[in-house]
C-alpha cells in the first residue's frame, strides 16, 4: 500500500500493487497497465552489476573445482597401492563453496537493490518477483555447470585417476548426472533464499531482535541435537539420509525453497528501506 509518483511524465504505482497509472500529456487519458510489466525490469536489476551473481560465482566454482581436484590429486600419489577403478576418491563438498557465495550474494542483493528498487518506484511484490526469478535462473544455471563438470569427469574417467567432484556416485548412482543438476540447482535455489531471508529480516526488525531471532535458531538446533542425543536417535538420523537418493533430497529441498519463499514474501512486505 505504497503509492509513488515518479518522474515528470506523472507516472504513478498505486497501492494495490495492480496498476500503473501513466499520462505522458495533459489532456491525454491516463493508461493503465499492471503493475507486473515491471517485472522484467525488476529481474534485470538484479544483474545491473553482473559481478555479483555471474562472474564471482563462476570464478569461485572454477578455483574451488581445481581446489578440490588438486587436493584428491595429491592424495591419489600419496596412495602407492591405490586402484582407481575398484577405490575412487570423492569431494563433493568443494562444490559448496559456490552455494555459499551465492547466498551471500543474494543477501548482498536483498540490501542493495531492494532500496534501489524502492528508488524506482518498484512495488514490493514486482521487485520478490523480480528477484527472486533472477535467483531461479541462477540456479539453473548452477545446476547446468554441475552438469557439465560431472560430463567432463565421466567422459574422462575422473581426470584419468577417477578423482570426482561433481560426478560424485554417491550422488549419480540414484538418479545420474540429471539428478546430480537437479539437486545442485535446488540447493543453490534455496541457499539463495537462506541469505535473502537474513537480508531482509534485518531489516523487518532491528539488529537486537536479528541477533534474538539468530540465538533462538541455534538454541533450537541445540536442543534438538541434546534431545536425539539423550533418545539415542543419530542411528535413525543417519538411516534415513541413507534412505535418501538424489531426487528425493532434491524434493525436501524443494519444499524449503517454497517455505523460505513464503516467508520472504511476508517480511519484506515490512520491511523498511
Known amino acids: 500500500m505504497n503509492a509513488t509518483v515518479t518522474n515528470n511524465n506523472h507516472s504513478r504505482t498505486?497501492?494495490?500493487?495492480?496498476?500503473?497509472?501513466?499520462?505522458?500529456?495533459?489532456?491525454?487519458r491516463p493508461e493503465q497497465r499492471s503493475s507486473f510489466a515491471r517485472v522484467p525490469a525488476a529481474f534485470r536489476l538484479q544483474f545491473a552489476v553482473p559481478s555479483t551473481l555471474i562472474w564471482v560465482p563462476l570464478m569461485v566454482m572454477g578455483l574451488s573445482w581445481a581446489i578440490g581436484v588438486g587436493i584428491l590429486l595429491m592424495i591419489d600419489a600419496q596412495i602407492?597401492?591405490?586402484?582407481?577403478?575398484?577405490?575412487?576418491?570423492?569431494?563433493p563438498g568443494a562444490a559448496q563453496a559456490t552455494i555459499w557465495c551465492l547466498a551471500f550474494m543474494a543477501a548482498y542483493a536483498a540490501s542493495h537493490t531492494f532500496p534501489f528498487s524502492m528508488a524506482l518506484s518498484y512495488s514490493r511484490r514486482v521487485y520478490v518477483l523480480g528477484a527472486f526469478l533472477a535467483f531461479g535462473l541462477v540456479s539453473v544455471g548452477f545446476g547446468a555447470f554441475v552438469a557439465l563438470g560431472a560430463v567432463i569427469e565421466r567422459l574422462t574417467d575422473g581426470l584419468g585417476r577417477h578423482v570426482y567432484v561433481f560426478d560424485a556416485p554417491v550422488f549419480t548412482d540414484s538418479a545420474g548426472i540429471l539428478g546430480v543438476s537437479v539437486l545442485g540447482a535446488v540447493l543453490c535455489l534455496f541457499f539463495m533464499l537462506f541469505g535473502f531471508?537474513?537480508?531482509?529480516?534485518?531489516?523487518?526488525?532491528?539488529?537486537?531482535?536479528?541477533?534474538i531471532v539468530m540465538i533462538g535458531v541455534v538454541l533450537v538446533l541445540l536442543a534438538w541435537v541434546a534431545v536425539v542425543t539423550?533418545?539415542?536417535?543419530?542411528?535413525?538420523?543417519?538411516?534415513?539420509?541413507?534412505?535418501?537418493?538424489?531426487?528425493?533430497?532434491?524434493?525436501?529441498?524443494?519444499?524449503?525453497?517454497?517455505?523460505?519463499?513464503?516467508?520472504?514474501?511476508?517480511l519484506i512486505r515490512k520491511a523498511t528501506i
Open 14 to 28: 498505486d497501492h494495490t500493487d495492480h496498476t500503473v497509472v501513466a499520462a505522458s500529456a495533459p489532456g491525454q
Open 80 to 91: 602407492d597401492d591405490r586402484n582407481p577403478i575398484e577405490d575412487p576418491l570423492i569431494a
Open 230 to 266: 539423550l533418545q539415542e536417535g543419530w542411528m535413525s538420523v543417519w538411516l534415513w539420509f541413507l534412505d535418501q537418493t538424489t531426487l528425493t533430497l532434491a524434493a525436501w529441498f524443494g519444499l524449503g525453497v517454497v517455505l523460505l519463499a513464503v516467508l520472504n514474501y511476508a
Open 197 to 211: 531471508f537474513w537480508a531482509i529480516l534485518y531489516r523487518r526488525v532491528s539488529l537486537v531482535n536479528l541477533w
